[in-house]
């Protein structure tokens, strides 16, 4: 089954630790994203991908870092420097990040700080 | 300004019948398109419906349909027959051309009773 799949689904962060969510997709996409989602807010969009080698930072970047390697793979690290990371993360893709095009979403990552 | 507005935080319908979703978006692009997401307890976002700006016709996906009034630059989600699994978050969200993400709403929470 074709699909993205994000990986932990919980993930618990300690002061000062980077921590870096997975993003895989075998959906053959070109374009991949990074959204932020807090409790009562929409998503916001933290970066974005469209070729491989290539990102751009989204509104809230700040404290976020991604690497496109693989087609396949859009890891978030989210480093020290995000003061306030607790939320839920989700990974998304579309075919070429066209404005007709759907995004296809992971089932999510909940980031916890300890 | 925002992009796009939901203003029902939380919506209740009797099962088997239609409710409507209320989205206005704002933009100064003709050309744009927009969308509707589920989102479950679970977390995952679910593609439900889209509309291209210059679609002459409403866009209608089973139970689904999205009322789209272009002069009032509203695009109401209309779901009929209300089910239980119906029960999520919805969030309206918009592209536009040449921008290269999507703006979404902050949702509303849509409860069935039975």
């Known amino acids: 089954d074709g699909g993205i799949t994000q990986s932990p689904k919980y993930l618990f962060r300690k002061e000062g630790q980077n921590v870096t969510l997975s993003c895989e997709q075998n959906l053959n996409h ?16 933290i970066y974005y991908s469209q070729i491989v080698n ?5 509104d809230i970047a700040e404290g976020y870092s991604v690497s496109r390697e693989k087609k396949e793979s859009f890891p978030l690290t989210v480093t020290s420097a995000q003061k306030n990371p607790t939320a839920f993360y989700l990974c998304a893709s579309s075919i070429q990040g066209a404005t007709n095009e759907k995004l ?5 990552t909940q980031l916890s700080v300890l | 300004a925002q992009k796009i507005t939901q203003t ?3 919506m209740f319908v009797q099962e088997k019948e239609a409710v409507t979703l209320d989205c206005t978006y704002d933009t100064s692009d003709p050309s744009y ?5 589920k989102q479950p307890s679970s977390g995952e976002m679910i593609f439900l419906i889209y509309q291209g700006s210059y679609d002459q016709q409403n866009a209608t996906e089973g139970r689904y349909s999205l009322n789209f009034q272009k002069a009032r630059k509203s695009a ?3 779901i009929s027959a209300s089910q239980l699994g119906d029960s999520a978050m919805y969030f309206c969200a918009m592209t536009e051309m040449g921008e290269d993400q999507f703006y979404f709403g902050t949702g509303t929470s849509l409860t069935v009773i039975p």
Request: without cysteine; proline residues 5%; charged residues 15%.
């Open chain 2, 76 to 78: 109401n989600l209309v």
């Open chain 2, 8 to 10: 029902q935080p939380g």
């Open chain 1, 30 to 45: 070109d374009a991949m994203y990074w959204y932020r989602q807090d409790p009562g807010q929409g998503l916001r969009l």
């Open chain 1, 104 to 108: 296809f979403f992971g089932s999510g």
């Open chain 2, 33 to 37: 398109g927009l969308f509707w997401y």
């Open chain 1, 54 to 58: 290539d990102f751009q930072k989204g």
